[in-house]
C-alpha cells in the first residue's frame, strides 16, 4: 500500500475518503504536490519518505512558525526526523482540513504545541509558543515581564484544576470555547 | 504474569504501561507515553482498548490492539476518521471493524452499511455544492496573502451578492413574471382604471421632441426621463389582477407579501448565518471579550502563505499582545481613580457626548435642507445645465457622503479625550458612526415623506401632495437609486483618485509629507460600514423600485473585484487586525441594526401613508396594506374568523405572555448552569488538591516501607531505581524510586 506509480489506485482513493476528512479532489492535489517533491529515482518506489527540508520547501508550510513542530508531530518515522510519507501528508492534510472536527484539530494543536512532548503545557511550552508567534529576533519579542504577565493570564484562564500545566483536556475545553480556532487551524493547498 | 504496580519502571527508567493507573479516569491527560523502542516488546496480551475520544493515550509507538475487548458495546462507533491515529493505524481499525461486523447479525451489517453509504453520499454532496462556491480561487489567494481577518470582509461582501440575488429572483418571479408571462399563458391582465379624479392625473415625464446626449445621461443617472416608466420603478406597475384559465392572480397582493417575504427572508438568513458566532461569544462570561488563550492558541493563521504577510501577521500579533497587556494595567489605573478625578473625567464626557449630538444633530438638519432644496430644484425644472442639474438631483447624496467622511474624523479625535480603554474607544468610535451612517438615510426618508404630505390646503386632498408629486412612490425610488449609483460612483472614484495617487506618493515621493500619511490602510470597519449603507438602501429602496437588488448585486459584484484590487496593489493591512469572529460578529450586527432600520420606513409608508392614486398596482385601495383585509373579507367565513382571531388582541397579548415566561425560564436556567460550572470548577481544583495530597501520603508510605522491607528487592516485581518521570508539579517530590505494592484485590486500602 504505497503510492508507486505516479496515479492512485481507485480502491485507494475511496480508502483515503474514508479514513480522512479530504474530498476526492484534495486528495489527489495532495498526491502531486507530494510527486513534486520527490527526486527521479525516488518516484518508482514505494512508501517513500520524504525528509523534512523538502517537505518544509511547500509554500504553505515555508512561512509557518510551526512548521518543524507540525513535521515532527505528523512523521511516523522511527528516527524522529520529522519526515512524511505519503499517507503521514494525508493526515496532516485531514487535520488542518475545512471538514475536520473540533476535537481532531485541538488534538493535534495540543501535539504542536507540546515542544518538550511531554503531554502537557507548561510555562516553557507557553513561553516557546508565544515566541513563535511574535518573533525570531530579539526585538520583536515580549520582554520577561510581560511574558510572565501574559503566561500567568492564560494560565488563569485554562488551568482549571491549578496544577501549573495545562494538560489535554483544559486545553480542549478552552479551544472549544475559542471562536477563532476554527478558521485559523487551517492548510488547504 | 507480572505483578502490576503502580509507577512501574523498567530498568531505562522509562515509564511503561500501569493497568493501575491506566484505571485512573483522568490517566490519559495526565500521563504521555514516551515513545520508548522497547515498547513493542512490552505490548501486553490482554488488550485495552481506550476508546478515548481523543485517543491521547496513544501518542506513543505503541498501541493497544482491541481484540477481546467488549468496550464497543459501551460507546457507539465514532467513524474512523475522527480518530487521531496514523493511517497505519486507522487502517487497522477499519479491517477490526469489518471483520466484527462480519459477526454481526445481518440487520446490522446493513444498518451499517447503509449508514456509511449515506455519509459517502453526503460528503459528495457537500464537495460539489462547495465547488460551486463564487470566488472560491480568489478568497484562498486572499486567505493566504492576508489572514482571516481580512477575509471575513470578501466573504461577507458574497453573502451580500448572494443574498441580493435572491431578493431579486423573489421579485422577479412573483411581480414581474406574471406581467410578462401574462400574454403567453392567456392571461388577462386588468388594469387600474383611470377614473378622472383629480389624484390620479399622473403627467407623462418622458421627454418631448428633440432630446440632447446628455439628457439621456442624466436620465440614466436620476432614474428620470425614460427610465421612469419601465419596471424599475413601482409607477410603471398598474395591474390590478391578472386572470389565468384556472386561477386569478391578485398583483397588489403578490407585490405585498413579496416586500413582507424579502424582508424576512433576510433576517432569517443573517440570523442563521450568525448563530453560531453568537453562541459561541454569549458562552464567554469573561469581561474580556478577547481571551488571551483565543489569541495564543488560535492566533495563527496556518493558512498564510506569503513570507510578507507572515512577518506582517507576526508583528500585528505581538502589538495585539502588547496592547492587550497594556489595557490590562490601564484598567487596574481605572480602577485607581480618586472621586475627584473620575467627577471630572464624567463632565468631560458629558459634554463630548452633548458635542457629539451637537455634530449629529448639524448634520441630519443639512440632510433635511439638502434634500428640500433638491426636490424643489427638481420640481422647478430650470434649464440649468448638465453638471448643475445633476449635482441637484445628487445633493442629499453629496451631503450624506460628505457627512459620512469628516463625522468618523471629528469622533476619533473626541474619544481621546473620554480616556476610555483603548478596546473602548475603537467599539464606541464604531457605534457613533454605524449610528450616523445608517441614521443619516433615515433623515433622507423623514425629509422627503415631509414634503410629500405637505400641501398648500392643509389637509391633502389626496393624502399626499398630488400637484407635485402625481406618483410619489417613484419619486422616492429614484432617490434611493440616486443613492445607490452615487454610493457606488463614490467607491470607485476613491479608488482611483484618491488611494492610487496616494500609493504613487508613497512609493515615489521624497517629501516627509509622503513618510507622514503612509501607505492606505485597509480598515475593516470603515470599508464594511460602506456596503452596510449601500445594503440598507437596498432593503428600504426594493419595495419602490423593484429591480434595485439587481442593481445591488452587480455593484457588489464590481466591488469585490475592485476591493480585492485595492487591497492587493495600494493598501496594506491595518496594524490593530480584527480577528475574524469578533468581525463576522460585528458584521452580521451591523447589518442586523440596517435591516431594523430598514424596516422601519417601510412599514410606515406601507401603513400609513397614502398611496398614490396615479400609479402603482395599490390604486384602489386607501393604503398599501389595504389590500390584506380586502382579500381577508374575500375568503370563506371559517378562513376569515381564523385569521381574525390571530390578529385579534387577545391572541396577541397572550403570546407575549408566553414568549416572556419562556424567556424567563430559559434565563434562570442559564443562570443556573452558571452556577453549577463554577461549582464544578471549584471541585475540580479541589479534586486537584486532593490527588497532590494522597499522592504525597502514598510516597511517604513507600519511603516508610522501602525502609522496613529492603528484602523487597528479591521479589519478582523488583525494578530498578528511576525516577518518575511523571510530569506534573509533583515530580519534583519524587527523587527516589516510586514502587508501591498493588494491594491484593478485597484489601481496604486502595488507591
Known amino acids: ?189 | 504474569m507480572e505483578v502490576d504496580s503502580v509507577f512501574y519502571t523498567d530498568r531505562s527508567g522509562r515509564i511503561t504501561s500501569n493497568p493501575l493507573l491506566d484505571q485512573l479516569p483522568s490517566y490519559q491527560s495526565l500521563l504521555y507515553r514516551r515513545k520508548s523502542s522497547t515498547s513493542g516488546t512490552k505490548r501486553r496480551s490482554s488488550s485495552r482498548g481506550r476508546l478515548s475520544s481523543s485517543g491521547s493515550g496513544k501518542w506513543g509507538l505503541s498501541t493497544f490492539s482491541r481484540r477481546g475487548e467488549k468496550q464497543k458495546g459501551q460507546t457507539e462507533q465514532r467513524p474512523i476518521r475522527e480518530l487521531a491515529k496514523t493511517m497505519a493505524e486507522k487502517r487497522r481499525d477499519k479491517t477490526q471493524r469489518l471483520e466484527e461486523d462480519r459477526e454481526l447479525s445481518s440487520w446490522r451489517q446493513w444498518k451499517q452499511s447503509t449508514g456509511r453509504y449515506l455519509r459517502r453520499l453526503k460528503d459528495d454532496v457537500q464537495e460539489w455544492l462547495s465547488s460551486l462556491q463564487l470566488w472560491r480561487g480568489d478568497i484562498h489567494l486572499i486567505e493566504g496573502m492576508f489572514g482571516t481577518g481580512i477575509l471575513s470582509y470578501f466573504s461577507f461582501l458574497r453573502f451580500l451578492v448572494m443574498l441580493n440575488l435572491i431578493i431579486f429572483l423573489l421579485m422577479f418571479s412573483f411581480v414581474m413574471l406574471p406581467i410578462i408571462i401574462a400574454p403567453y399563458a392567456s392571461g388577462n391582465a386588468t388594469y387600474n382604471q383611470n377614473d378622472g379624479s383629480e389624484c390620479s392625473v399622473y403627467p407623462s415625464s418622458a421627454r418631448r421632441g428633440l432630446v440632447i446626449f446628455h439628457e439621456h445621461i442624466t436620465d440614466l443617472l436620476s432614474g428620470g426621463g425614460f427610465l421612469e416608466q419601465t419596471y424599475l420603478f413601482y409607477g410603471y406597475y398598474k395591474v390590478d389582477k391578472i386572470h389565468f384559465p384556472k386561477i386569478t392572480y391578485n398583483l397588489p397582493l403578490a407585490y405585498l407579501l413579496a416586500t413582507i417575504a424579502y424582508l424576512f427572508l433576510s433576517l432569517i438568513w443573517i440570523v442563521k448565518r450568525s448563530a453560531a458566532g453568537f453562541k459561541r461569544n454569549l458562552i464567554q462570561d469573561e469581561d474580556r471579550f478577547q481571551s488571551f488563550c483565543n489569541k495564543i492558541f488560535a492566533g495563527w493563521d496556518f493558512c498564510i502563505t506569503n513570507e510578507n504577510a507572515a512577518k506582517l501577521k507576526r508583528s500585528s500579533l505581538l502589538y495585539e499582545l502588547r496592547t492587550d497587556l497594556e489595557e490590562e494595567r490601564i484598567k487596574q489605573k481605572i480602577a485607581d481613580r480618586t472621586r475627584k478625578e473620575k467627577c471630572r473625567i464624567y463632565l468631560i464626557r458629558l459634554i463630548l457626548n452633548l458635542f457629539v449630538i451637537g455634530v449629529l444633530a448639524g448634520c441630519f438638519y443639512s440632510i433635511y435642507v439638502a434634500t428640500i432644496f433638491s426636490q424643489e430644484a427638481q420640481l422647478n425644472d430650470l434649464k440649468e445645465n448638465f453638471i448643475m442639474a445633476l449635482i441637484y438631483e445628487y445633493l442629499p447624496s453629496i451631503v450624506i457622503t460628505l457627512a459620512n467622511f469628516i463625522t468618523p474624523l471629528v469622533f476619533s479625535v473626541i474619544i481621546n479625550f473620554e480616556d476610555y480603554s483603548p478596546a473602548f474607544e475603537i467599539r464606541f468610535t464604531l457605534i457613533r458612526c454605524v449610528f450616523m451612517r445608517l441614521t443619516s438615510i433615515g433623515v433622507l426618508l423623514f425629509s422627503l415623506w415631509s414634503q410629500i404630505t405637505k400641501c398648500e390646503e392643509e389637509p391633502c386632498k389626496c393624502g399626499y401632495n398630488h400637484v407635485l408629486y402625481s406618483c410619489w412612490e417613484t419619486r422616492v425610488g429614484q432617490e434611493m437609486y440616486k443613492l445607490t449609483i452615487f454610493d457606488f460612483i463614490i467607491i470607485v472614484a476613491v479608488t482611483i483618485f484618491v488611494e492610487f495617487p496616494r500609493k504613487l506618493i508613497v512609493k515615489y515621493g521624497e517629501c516627509g509629507l509622503a513618510k507622514w500619511w503612509g501607505q492606505q490602510e485597509f480598515g475593516i470597519p470603515q470599508n464594511v460600514l460602506e456596503i452596510v449603507y449601500g445594503q440598507t438602501i437596498c432593503w428600504i429602496g426594493t419595495f419602490y423600485c423593484p429591480m434595485l437588488p439587481a442593481i445591488c448585486t452587480i455593484k457588489y459584484f464590481f466591488i469585490f473585484y475592485i476591493k480585492k484590487l485595492s487591497l492587493m496593489k495600494n493598501c496594506r493591512p491595518a496594524t490593530r487586525p480584527f480577528r475574524a469572529s469578533s468581525s463576522n460578529f460585528f458584521f452580521l450586527g451591523v447589518l442586523l441594526i440596517g435591516l431594523a432600520l430598514a424596516c422601519l420606513p417601510v412599514t410606515v409608508s406601507v401603513a400609513q401613508i397614502n398611496c398614490s392614486q396615479a400609479c402603482g398596482p395599490f390604486v384602489n385601495y386607501t393604503t398599501s396594506w389595504m389590500v390584506m383585509p380586502t382579500v381577508v373579507s374575500q375568503q370563506s367565513e371559517k378562513v376569515q374568523k381564523l385569521l381574525v382571531a390571530l390578529s385579534s388582541e387577545a391572541f396577541a397579548v397572550s403570546f407575549f405572555v408566553f414568549t416572556c415566561l419562556a424567556m424567563f425560564y430559559v434565563i434562570a436556567l442559564a443562570g443556573a448552569h452558571k452556577r453549577v460550572i463554577n461549582q464544578l470548577r471549584e471541585q475540580l481544583a479541589m479534586e486537584g488538591r486532593d490527588k497532590r495530597f494522597l499522592i504525597q501520603k502514598l510516597c511517604q508510605a513507600q519511603r516508610l516501607s522501602a525502609v522496613k522491607s529492603p528484602v523487597s528487592k528479591s521479589q519478582p516485581r523488583s525494578s530498578s531505581r528511576s525516577s518518575l518521570s511523571y510530569h506534573t508539579s509533583f515530580s519534583s517530590n519524587f527523587n527516589d524510586a516510586v514502587f508501591l505494592a498493588h494491594p491484593p484485590p478485597d484489601s481496604s486500602t486502595h488507591v
Open chain 1, 1 to 189: 500500500m504505497g503510492t508507486t506509480a505516479s496515479q492512485l489506485g481507485k480502491d485507494l482513493l475511496s480508502e483515503y475518503q474514508e479514513l480522512t476528512f479530504l474530498t476526492k479532489q484534495e486528495i489527489l492535489l495532495a498526491h502531486k504536490r507530494f510527486t513534486e517533491l520527490l527526486t527521479k529515482d525516488e518516484k518508482d518506489l514505494p512508501n517513500t519518505r520524504i525528509p523534512m527540508e523538502r517537505i518544509l520547501t511547500l509554500p504553505e508550510l515555508k512561512s509557518n512558525p510551526f512548521r518543524k513542530r507540525i513535521c515532527h508531530v505528523f512523521s511516523t518515522s522511527e528516527q524522529k526526523d520529522g519526515s512524511l510519507t505519503f499517507e503521514d501528508f494525508l493526515d496532516l492534510l485531514s487535520a488542518f482540513s475545512d471538514s475536520a472536527t473540533l476535537e481532531i484539530k485541538s488534538h493535534y494543536a495540543f501535539r504542536i504545541f507540546d515542544f518538550d512532548d511531554d503531554g502537557t503545557l507548561d510555562c516553557g511550552d507557553l513561553e516557546k509558543l508565544v515566541n513563535c508567534l511574535t518573533g525570531e529576533t530579539d526585538d520583536t519579542r515580549l520582554t520577561p515581564e510581560e511574558m510572565r504577565q501574559l503566561i500567568s493570564n492564560i494560565l488563569e484562564e485554562s488551568d482549571i484544576d491549578k496544577d501549573g500545566t495545562v494538560n489535554l483536556s483544559e486545553f480542549q475545553h478552552v479551544i472549544s470555547r475559542s471562536p477563532d480556532f476554527v478558521s485559523s487551524f487551517k492548510i488547504v493547498l
